[in-house]
């Protein structure tokens, strides 16, 4: 059983910046397109950024231009450096494959707030 997990996320203030890290322990991760999801409060899971086998990146429009994702295969795991963020920002942020996803991790928190 594949267990993800993510860090990174605490309570920052708007225009500020964090960097998520997620690990995937599994030998076929450097075979698919991995990805960061979000899910506010009341909302569903959404995709913000995704990266594939080759580092082709691709963002929503609400995180375009702020949003960095990167994935390192040695270590199995992803990133997203996270600008000028937003209170719209504020979320519970997951990393997974994109096809066949594993069993979602605990997430980890972002609050964006004065």
């Known amino acids: 059983q594949v267990r993800i997990v993510e860090s990174g996320g605490r309570l920052v203030q708007p225009e500020g910046s964090l960097r998520l890290s997620c690990t995937i322990p599994?030998?076929?991760?450097?075979?698919?397109?991995v990805g960061w999801y979000r899910q506010a409060p009341g909302k569903q899971r959404e995709l913000v950024a995704r990266?594939?086998?080759?580092?082709?990146?691709v963002y929503s429009d609400s995180v375009k231009g702020r949003f960095t994702i990167s994935r390192d295969d040695d270590k199995q795991a992803v990133y997203l450096q996270m600008n000028n963020l937003k209170p719209e920002d504020t979320a519970v942020y997951y990393c997974?494959?994109?096809?066949?996803?594993?069993?979602w991790g605990q997430g980890t928190q972002v609050t964006v707030s004065s």
């Open positions: 997974n494959r994109l096809t066949i996803p594993f069993d």
């Open positions: 599994t030998s076929t991760f450097n075979q698919g397109t």
């Open positions: 990266v594939s086998t080759r580092h082709t990146t």
